[in-house]
Nanobody, 126 residues
């Protein structure tokens, strides 16, 4: 069993930045592909970013490329999402996820993940 505990998020003005963190319990963090998803009101959960086990490969959804940066620190069992140049369309609940599936690259669908963080609200004001 893996527990993911998120921190960060909150209210920010358009153009601002936030850093989300997701700390995992257990000793096998480095064996999980990790992902970040978000869900806006009335919309389905969507993939935002993914990172491979070693951190050597990262993947982003088109709307966030160039503005979001995913990273991980395997020594601290933590994955991060740096969000820059926020706009109102980024308002959503953001969730981290860990995959125990033997994928060579992080999945872009929620079904590819086993464990989820509690979610954190990001609200961008204009």
């Amino acid at each position: 069993q893996v527990q993911l505990v998120q921190s960060g998020g909150g209210l920010v003005q358009a153009g601002g930045s936030l850093r989300l963190s997701c700390a995992a319990s257990g000793r096998t963090f480095s064996s999980y592909n990790m992902g970040w998803f978000r869900q806006a009101p009335g919309k389905e959960r969507e993939f935002v970013a993914g990172i491979s086990m070693s951190g050597g490969n990262t993947y982003y959804a088109e709307p966030v490329k160039g503005r979001f940066t995913i990273s991980r620190d395997n020594a601290k069992n933590t994955v991060f999402l740096q969000i820059d140049s926020l706009n109102v369309e980024d308002t959503a609940v953001y969730s981290c996820a860990a995959s125990t599936k033997a994928y060579t690259v992080p999945s872009k669908t929620p079904m590819g993940y086993t464990y989820w963080g509690q979610g954190t609200q990001v609200t961008v004001s204009s």
